[in-house]
């Protein structure tokens, strides 16, 4: 019996710690799991940026179409990048997700408001549409939904 203690008692004595191939599983464990996190973390950015221009772009269309209402005119006519025309009208920092500005264009009485990210892509709103993106081609006033993403 005092055997057994003492065999019990040198191996809890050797058994102190993790051994170097525990801790580097380990480590290789985490390695993965960051290699598989991280990517899927870093394409929330560009998806939340995109849902924010078209979330933006819908505003814009509810200020145009209220001024529309009331004016019988749109607000602006030809090619204007809003953000001059919006600063003037008192709204700080009126510039795009990406850092850009948003563009108005039209044409009688159509128009289109788009911005543009970094890869080139188009999100747009006109009269005719909801807003849409990403697109590959400059949209113009009037344009609806294209029947595939351009890109």
């Known amino acids: 019996m005092k055997r057994l203690l003492r065999l019990i008692r040198r191996q809890a004595r050797n058994e102190k710690g993790f051994t170097l191939i525990e801790l580097m599983v380990v480590v290789i464990i985490l390695g993965i799991l960051a290699a598989i996190a991280v990517p899927?973390?870093?394409?929330?950015?560009?998806?939340?940026?995109?849902?924010?221009?078209?979330?933006?772009?819908?505003?814009?269309?509810?200020a145009i179409e209220i001024y529309y209402a009331e004016n019988s005119t749109l607000p602006f006519s030809g090619n204007h990048t809003l953000?001059?025309?919006?600063?003037?009208?008192?709204?700080?920092?009126?510039?795009?997700?990406?850092?850009g500005s948003y563009?108005?264009?039209?044409?009688?009485?159509?128009?289109?408001?788009?911005?543009?990210?970094?890869?080139?892509?188009?999100?747009?709103?006109?009269?005719?549409?909801?807003?849409?993106?990403?697109?590959?081609d400059e949209p113009q006033p009037g344009a609806s939904r294209p029947p595939t993403s351009g890109i």
Do not use: M
Request: net charge negative; aromatic share 14%.
């Open 103 to 136: 563009h108005y264009d039209t044409s009688g009485d159509s128009y289109v408001v788009y911005c543009q990210d970094p890869d080139g892509h188009y999100y747009f709103i006109s009269d005719n549409c909801s807003p849409y993106g990403p697109y590959g």
């Open 40 to 62: 899927r973390f870093i394409g929330q950015t560009d998806t939340a940026k995109q849902k924010a221009a078209l979330a933006e772009l819908a505003s814009i269309k509810t």
């Open 83 to 99: 953000t001059d025309e919006l600063t003037n009208s008192g709204i700080d920092n009126p510039i795009d997700p990406w850092g």
